[in-house]
Each structure stands twice: as structure tokens, then as C-alpha cells.
């Protein structure tokens, strides 16, 4: 069964550090893009970042870059989200998810959606 | 950044009856586009990709359709399991990622 579990979540300080977990399994980790969605409480969805295969490729939505990165261990079928000078607003349930490709004819190249969804973690900020 | 708007926000629907569920791209993203379906407490779960392929194990009476900047997310006839928050989400501009505010449906 392909499943994912975060880990991690926590109450911290305005300005603290956090990092994030996320153990994949059931499938073949260093094959796939992943994917980090957070959700704040009572609010819709939003992307936080990606990260490819080998780790090479990296990005962020712009709220969190400068503070926030991420980084894999394929030895050990890991995700991780390390999130620093935190602020009250990343305040949310912290969803990892596999990305898997689509292949789009019109213009000839693959772009990815997610698949598959951990459970997630809660981060609070506040003092 | 290209946003995604979901209308309506609410939709109150007896059991048995259609939902038609709306989102718009702010500019055009061929057909990549994902629904996700959202239960309280619960992670998304991945309905349609490709605005209108169904994901593993999702029942027929959900269906997807649209491409460039209209879509819509069809319920032919909705079970009490599917009263949940809808969300529609943008892929064409990977990776960079956006999603809908979302659609919750209701029971009537």
C-alpha cells in the first residue's frame, strides 16, 4: 500500500525553527517529485513546495522562500520540510504528497499533479 | 501567478440529486487540472487529473470536463459520503502550483 506519514508538527515560537518528516513507503521514493500542500485552520490549500527525484530541482511558493527548504534521503524513503524564522501565518496542517506526471499533447511536455496525500501534521506559531 | 476561482463557495444539494461544481483559471491551462475532494479532518484525496480522468477507485458518477480556463467537476448523484469541500487546482504552470479557494457541498 503506497502510504505516507508526516511527522514533526508542533508548537513553536514566532522566529522559531521546525523540521518537518515525511516517511514514504509502498512505492519507489527516489522515482518520484514530491510535493508539500499546508492548509491553515478553516482556509483552502496552498502549495508550499517541490522537490525532484535526486533532489537537484527546488521550489517554493514565494511566502516561505528564504525560510524555508527541503530536502530528501532516498536511503532512507524521506521527506523533509525544514522551516525557519517562522511566522504566525504558517500556522496550518502540513500535507506531503507524491507527484506523478501528466502528459500534456498540446504542448508536448509532462507536468505533475498529486497522487497520493499523507495524513499531515500541525504546526502552531505562537508564543 | 496564475489563479484559480471556484464558484460557488457553497452548494446545497438534497441527496440523489446532480452537483455542478465550477473553477476558472486566470489564464489558460490546457487540461491540467486536478479535483481534489476534502472530508473534515481528512487529507485530500485526488478525484480527476487531466480535467476530466478519473483516479483509481473513484466512482463514474463523478466526472470531469473543460479545458483553457472553464472547468467543472460533475456529480450525477450525490451519496451522503460525498458531501465534503471541493478543490480544483492548477498544474500547467508546474511547478508552480495553485489551488482553488474551493466549493463545499452541503447537505440540503
Known amino acids: 500500500e503506497v502510504q505516507l506519514v508526516e511527522s514533526g508538527g508542533t508548537l513553536v515560537q514566532p522566529g522559531g525553527s521546525l523540521r518537518l518528516s515525511c516517511a514514504a513507503s509502498?512505492?519507489?521514493?527516489?522515482?518520484?517529485?514530491m510535493t508539500w500542500v499546508r492548509q491553515a485552520p478553516g482556509k483552502g490549500l496552498e502549495w508550499v513546495a517541490n522537490i525532484k527525484q535526486d533532489g537537484s530541482e527546488k521550489y517554493f511558493v514565494d511566502s516561505v522562500k528564504g525560510r524555508f527548504t527541503v530536502s530528501r534521503d532516498s536511503a532512507k524513503n524521506s521527506l523533509y520540510l525544514q522551516m525557519n524564522s517562522l511566522r504566525a501565518e504558517d500556522t496550518a496542517v502540513y500535507y506531503c504528497a507524491r507527484s506523478v506526471p501528466d502528459y500534456d499533447v498540446l504542448t508536448a511536455s509532462y507536468n505533475y499533479f498529486m497522487d497520493v496525500w499523507g495524513r499531515g501534521t500541525t504546526v502552531t506559531v505562537a508564543s | 501567478e496564475i489563479v484559480m476561482t471556484q464558484s460557488p463557495a457553497t452548494l446545497s444539494v438534497s441527496p440523489g440529486e446532480r452537483a455542478t461544481l465550477s473553477c476558472r483559471a486566470s489564464?489558460?491551462?490546457?487540461?491540467?487540472l486536478a479535483w481534489y475532494q476534502q472530508k473534515p479532518a481528512q487529507a485530500p484525496r485526488l478525484l480527476i487529473y487531466g480535467a476530466s480522468a478519473r483516479a483509481t477507485g473513484i466512482p463514474a458518477r463523478f466526472s470531469g470536463s473543460g479545458s483553457g480556463t472553464e472547468f467543472t467537476l460533475t456529480i450525477s448523484s450525490l451519496q451522503s459520503e460525498d458531501f465534503a469541500v471541493y478543490y480544483c487546482q492548477q498544474y500547467n504552470d508546474w511547478p508552480l502550483l495553485t489551488f482553488g479557494g474551493g466549493t463545499k457541498v452541503e447537505i440540503k
Open positions: 509502498g512505492f519507489t521514493f527516489s522515482f518520484y517529485w
Open positions: 489564464q489558460s491551462i490546457s487540461s491540467s
